[in-house]
């Protein structure tokens, strides 16, 4: 991995590995969150208890509250307040239950980043990244909720490297070049990057195999494959940057009519794609959003 210089030629990012010698202090990372880690567990089975969901969740007062909070927020518009963690299973579903129980853990791990502005940049591009995900689900044939989950949960290994290291907010406020540039700036400071994290994370963590492609590789080739989630989340994730909601300020971006090209055609024209409509879904959710530090 070259440590000088910045590689203007190749846009194809490498492969995350999981590292079996991963840095001393990403080691030393708190467990994420133990409640959560046993919902998406029981929410991987098909024959799913909602009774069983609704008393793993009040077994954390602290993370149901939380959840509860989130629910009634503007970002869901209920017109009745959901009073109850079982009332908002049933209310919501087992899907977006899943994904308000992902966002408060993360959110958690946002709270403690030492770096403000640099956790908060990382925040919000993960929340563009899952609304774009739910936005573009339609055409890649899969359940929005899903890729919404699987679109916030695409960059926990960037913030897990914020909390493991103090220094790697400098690195993403004077990054520049492509991504893959970037994963190589990592390599070279850090030992590991933020894929490599990602890999190396939800799998200590014991999170479902599901969350580990898009953790460690969503910053590969896109591929326009209709039922493919992590490209799906890649194309996502090139949306929110391209749409100015980066991690890395400096980092170039694809613009975003580029993208629009990648979108799948097959189960449903792309042609119902709106550009516009997307920056505006974007722009309303984040603004609105309760999580935002």
């Known amino acids: 991995m070259p440590c000088m210089g910045v590689n203007t030629k190749s846009a ?21 969150r133990p409640v959560t880690v046993q919902l998406l567990a029981l929410l991987s089975s098909e024959d799913v208890d909602v009774v069983k969901v609704t008393e793993l969740l009040n077994s954390d007062p602290a993370f149901s509250a939380e959840i509860l909070t989130l629910a009634n927020s503007s970002l869901y518009a209920r017109q009745n307040r959901i009073d109850t963690v079982h009332k908002a299973v049933v209310v919501l579903g087992l899907e977006r239950t899943r994904a308000l129980a992902v966002t408060v853990a993360l959110h958690g791990m946002v709270r403690g980043i030492k770096s403000k502005g640099a956790g908060q940049d990382c925040w919000r591009h993960s929340r563009a990244t899952a609304i774009a995900a739910r936005w573009l689900a339609p055409f890649y044939r899969i359940n929005p909720e899903q890729a919404y989950t699987a679109g916030l949960m695409h960059d926990i290994g960037r913030l897990g490297m914020l909390s493991a290291f103090p220094e790697y907010p400098d690195l993403l406020s004077s990054a520049v070049g492509s991504n893959q540039d970037l994963l190589d700036q990592e390599g070279c400071s850090f030992s590991t990057n933020h894929c490599e994290a990602g890999l190396f994370l939800t799998r200590i963590w014991g999170l479902p195999e599901e969350f580990w492609d898009t953790a460690s590789q969503h910053h590969a080739p896109l591929t326009g494959e209709i039922g493919d989630r992590t490209d799906l989340v890649r194309l996502s994730c090139l949306f929110a940057q391209s749409l100015g909601f980066k991690a890395a300020p400096g980092i170039d971006c694809w613009p975003p009519e580029s993208l629009v090209e990648w979108i799948p055609q097959g189960a449903l024209p792309r042609s119902r794609f709106s550009l516009e ?3 505006d879904r974007l722009q309303t ?9």
Not at 285 to 293: A, F, K, V, Y
């Open 12 to 32: 194809e990012p490498k492969n995350a590995k999981a590292s079996t010698h991963p840095p001393e202090r990403l080691c030393k990372l708190p467990v994420f």
């Open 277 to 279: 409509d997307l920056a």
């Open 285 to 293: 959710e984040l603004d609105g959003d309760p999580t935002t530090l």
